[in-house]
């Protein structure tokens, strides 16, 4: 590992986001046609900070969308809130809906949304599964959607000239260039060990790096190639804010669905299992797919629990412990 520590904070990542731009026209492709190199300048910024830290694009998640801001029938920018400017002109239009829906009509207002995807950036800092950090940041693009006020539907209030039931959809066009946006770091080991303070019981997350830890995938693979987290809050059952965490799948390859499994034990369950770690890239993996529902039944850890208890012997001592504590107290994530 480097003799320096990994040093990257908020305002830095921020500032590189604001002054760097995704390649031309990727946000306009599919997410299945983009490239993998399309963020190679963001990631050579993000790298030259910190030279002896590798830095890679762990995952690229699914394209989402969000409510936008306001542009007029050239493209030219009105406002880039839309929810703001719409409760600050109602009020300026004396709460007279009617007025506002005028208003729109006779500017030819259309509504514009924020498409983009998140990238999650991971840097391995230590041998641990939770010794990484976490860079999120989301690539944006301004698109027109619809017209503001639809002419066959106009809205009936506020709420529905927001967010209308039935939009009036214009032809897409760009609006302006794509961008970055700065979301957050996680330093995983200092977020975890603030995430257990507050769980009587071992938090499932933190026990998926435990078993991963000690298990043979442990041994051989570096668990921010395979997995990362997602940070996120809920309320809790008495109101209160809580914060929280999910493992994420990363890999952008196709891992086979195991649906031959159920019945089978001995030799036969053991190839296929086999055969699967090979397809992911590390031992046990299988294992871990389980815990975390993805593709592999929790019939086939026990069938292989029984495996190991009686007659076979086809996994390491390492594994068979993890298994066994899943066995006697399961979990998921």
């Not at 406002?79 to 703001?84: G, I, K, Q, R, S």
Request: include cysteine; proline fraction near 5%; glycine fraction near 6%.
């Amino acid at each position: 590992m480097a003799d320096q520590p990994f040093q990257l904070d908020g305002q830095q990542l921020a500032k590189i986001c604001k002054n760097t731009l995704p390649a031309q026209g990727d946000m306009a492709a599919s997410t299945a046609l983009r490239g993998a190199g399309d963020d190679d300048l963001l990631l050579s910024k993000l790298q030259a900070l910190n030279p002896e830290y590798p830095i890679r694009l762990a995952k690229t998640g699914e394209e989402w969308y969000r409510l936008g801001g306001i542009v007029d029938m050239a493209g030219h920018p009105i406002a880039t809130d839309l929810v703001e400017w719409t409760e600050r002109t109602y009020i300026e239009c004396g709460k007279n809906l009617q007025i506002l829906i005028d208003h729109a009509r006779e500017q030819q207002l259309i509504a514009t949304r924020q498409t983009g995807n998140t990238l999650h950036f991971v840097v391995q800092i230590g041998s641990k599964a939770e010794d990484f950090v976490q860079i999120d940041i989301d690539k944006t693009h301004e698109m027109s959607d619809r017209l503001l006020v639809s002419a066959d539907h106009p809205p009936e209030d506020l709420e529905e000239f927001i967010d209308p039931l039935v939009p009036d959809c214009i032809e897409t066009f760009a609006i302006g260039t794509a961008r970055y946006a700065y979301r957050r770091k996680t330093d995983v080991s200092v977020f975890m060990t603030e995430i257990n303070k507050y769980h009587l019981q071992e938090h499932p997350a933190q026990r998926f790096m435990d078993d991963w830890n000690r298990s043979s995938a442990g041994q051989k693979t570096v668990f921010s190639d395979d997995w990362i987290v997602r940070p996120y809050r809920h309320t809790g059952r008495f109101g209160e804010q809580q914060i929280n965490v999910e493992i994420i799948n990363a890999p952008q390859k196709n891992v086979p669905q195991l649906t031959d499994v159920n019945g089978k034990k001995g030799l036969s369950l053991h190839n296929v299992l086999s055969r699967f770690d090979r397809q992911v890239g590390y031992p046990f993996a299988w294992f871990f797919y389980m815990v975390k529902g993805k593709r592999i039944s929790e019939h086939s850890g026990i069938a292989v629990f029984q495996d190991v208890s009686g007659d076979f012997s086809y996994l390491p001592e390492r594994d068979v412990a993890v298994l066994k504590d899943w066995v006697n107290t399961p979990y998921n994530v």
